[in-house]
């Protein structure tokens, strides 16, 4: 994991799983352990798995979701995202919900509010791979660079970015709040099924968890 809250990566990965509380979703609520009642407005079904304006990849239609927190800046998340991806392509029934939680700086931000700005014009993913693609730290030039050569119209996306820029606001606080909420430090961070998943998975694990998801998620 990265970010600035970072402690470290978990030594034992699958330790590091919480099964969030029995009733994680009654009455249409994600509830964690350690969540106050102010976090009830936050963590609701609805707001983390079905925002409107959030991205989603894989399987709309899944019958497990993944939500993903991730930084394009984070190391982690640029190491595991060819992996995820192949875990979500190959299981074919998996919603990849992907929360841009941008805490590493204001690239970071500049790079996500430029993500869910292309999105605007059907390029959110476009965006997204070209900024998750690069093994260098990126700068607002380097953005433009990549997200140009993937397609995206650069004037397009200079004016949603001002003409839009509360609806993207909006979206990162909640991602933030969400995050915060059930008690990430760091990205990657996921929600796989009713598992709290706070750091990186190899695919194997994720397959595992997506597995123990489902039987969790019959019970």
């Known amino acids: 994991m990265a970010g600035f809250r970072n402690k470290g990566l978990v030594a034992t990965r699958r330790a590091a799983l919480t099964l969030i509380g029995a009733g994680a979703f009654a009455a249409g609520r994600i509830t964690s352990a350690r969540a106050a009642a102010a976090d009830d407005e936050v963590l609701t079904e609805a707001k983390v798995l079905r925002d409107p304006d959030v991205p989603v990849a894989g399987n709309p239609d899944g019958n497990i979701s993944i939500i993903e927190w991730s930084d394009y800046n984070c190391p982690y998340c640029r190491k595991l995202e060819p992996e995820l991806r192949q875990v ?46 690069v093994s260098s730290r990126l700068t607002e030039p380097r953005i433009n660079e990549l997200l140009a050569a993937a397609g995206v119209d650069m004037d397009r996306l200079k004016r949603d970015l001002t003409d839009r820029a509360k609806d993207i606001d909006a979206v990162l606080k909640r991602n933030n709040e969400q995050a915060e909420a059930f008690g990430f430090s760091g990205t990657p961070s996921f929600i796989v099924g009713k598992y709290r998943v706070p750091g990186v998975l190899s695919m194997t694990e994720f397959e595992q968890v997506i597995a123990d998801a489902r039987k969790a998620k019959m019970n």
């Open 88 to 133: 979500v392509q190959d299981d074919g029934k998996v919603r990849l919900v992907m929360k841009d939680w941008p805490i590493l700086g204001p690239i970071s931000v500049t790079a996500a509010r430029i993500a869910l700005a292309a999105k605007f014009q059907g390029k959110y993913h476009q965006a997204h791979d070209a900024m998750m693609g």
